[in-house]
């Protein structure tokens, strides 16, 4: 594939670059930095890339001439204004995937509505990870899968629940307070988490299932 | 009178009251009907910086709402019963009915598109030989951008008659390209192409696989499966494959 990528290097650039690198190691990888210094400091990073510099305008002309060509467009720069201006131009000359890198978590909405599908937010990760090592008890979400069709929640029961089969969709992994893993699991304690993976709704389904289980007293 | 009174000021034949009314109605209606379709997009010609689909509604907006003011105006000056308006009433909304049935189609199929959501913006659909990413839903239209960079307006009540297909993108599409190379063996022509398509193996999404290789008299007939993100490339590529067998030697053409 022919990737494009407008890296600015930042952090998020540089390490958006090796995971484009890792996930098509045969193909074309394209990093545009817009200063002499930048694209000088990218051609030592990463010699196995075709390095171009590009300043915002340059770069929109580049996109318009070469749009036939590219198969994907990664915006990171520093800027959400510029990533936005590059993404915009990009869907509006046709690149089949256009894939723009936040700075501000709030201005995924901005590029939603411009009708950008895949949007990376680095920050995506902070609040999951925080609540699954300091939360309590309760649901946590951790993981929504691209098409947003396959999630993963963790579950922190305040007391033994008992848990009813899950649907075919659905997969559950506990693990308990020693450590240890279980597969199958038909009650999850209190110190345990209880892992559901599975289809979006069938998932929602059967956290409502186990919020309402909650309280019931287990036999045992 | 006031109408008759203008009527013998100009010296014109009057043949009763209700004529009189009639041909003032009829020119009360026409002065509407002709300010209705000329007079939006003459106030909304300046609005260049505006989304081409909101002027259309406010346009719509304003043509609609001068109809309606004709009609009751020209319904006063005849000073008809209620019962013989009602009968008007109703043959206009008929009349309107058949004359906006394209544009009241399109609204009914906006409802759909967005009740219904089979896509939404930002998707990639294709309608009939039409193929793009929804730019926009409008209410009489979606607007599509391209693969080679056009803005197409599709009637929404084309989502309601024909047959659509929502892609996840262009993703995903393999290409098949056909070689022809003269004076080679089967196995040389196999070899000749493996090594052509490692050339422009960077630009593909996958590998790419000879699919069928036969011989036809004294050429070798190839066919190349080419995985393609975007599909507008192929062309070149297999232009620019055709390029790299010639510079080697062999009598190749693309078909």
Redesign the interface.
Known sequence: ??IVVFSGMTHTGGLAVATLREA?P???LIIVEPTVEKSAAAKKQFPWAEVLKKNVDEFIEYL?ET??????FVACSDSDAVNYRFCKTA???????VIPVLNNPLNRELF??????IIVNPYASIKPKLLEALKADGEISLYESL?SQIVLHAYKPTSRVKLESPEGEVCFLAVKADGSTVSKVREVDKNEVLYVLGVKDAVRRCLESVRAARGKRVSG | MPLEGVWKVLELPVGSEFLVRVVTAVVVLAVFLAAGHYMPSWLLSRLKHVETGFIQKIGTTISIFLYVIGIVAALSVLSLSYAVIEIIFVLVVIGLLIAFRDTLANAVGEVYIRLRTPFSEGEWVKIGDLEGRVASINTFDVELATPHGERILVPNSLFLRGVFVKKPGMAGSIVEAYFSLRGVTIEEARKALKETLKTIRPELSGEPKLRNVERENDYVRVTVMLPLLNVLKAKQLVNRAVIQLRRKGYEAEAL
């Open positions: 594939m022919r098509d045969e193909g074309k318009k749009a036939q060509l590219i198969d994907v869907l509006d000359v046709g690149v089949p995937m939603q509505r411009s009708g950008v599908s098409n």
